[in-house]
């Protein structure tokens, strides 16, 4: 499986983005579609995610301004980010998994700055 992820780039507090990922090889093999974020000496942590089925999670930190969406015919999962603030700053990575097997997309960096 190739994940081709894009949408990154320098955004002002407050300002929105749209991250995208596009899946492609053996597709059949993934169930859950998320990104995580790492920042700078800190852990990657998950963000959000979407099962095939529908199902979402959405951590704490980013309630309310992220939203997850998956297009199933597109094996491509987007990740709005609305009321961006400096500590969204990182680098974003796509990751699928399921199956026993993950995969994992290259970064996109997102800073949030005026």
């Known amino acids: 499986v190739q994940l081709q992820a894009s949408g990154g780039g320098l955004v002002q507090p407050g300002g929105s983005l749209r991250l995208s990922c596009a899946a492609s090889g053996s597709i059949f093999s993934i169930d859950t579609m998320g990104w995580y974020r790492q920042a700078p000496g800190k852990q990657r942590l998950l963000v959000a995610s979407v099962t095939s089925g529908g199902a979402t999670f959405i951590a704490d930190s980013v309630k309310g301004r992220f939203t997850i969406s998956r297009d199933n015919a597109k094996n491509t999962v987007y990740l709005q980010m609305n009321g961006l603030k400096p500590e969204d700053t990182a680098v974003y990575y796509c990751?699928?998994?399921?199956?026993?097997?993950?995969?994992w997309g290259q970064g996109t960096q997102v800073t949030v700055s005026s």
């Open positions: 990751k699928t998994w399921g199956a026993g097997s993950q995969y």
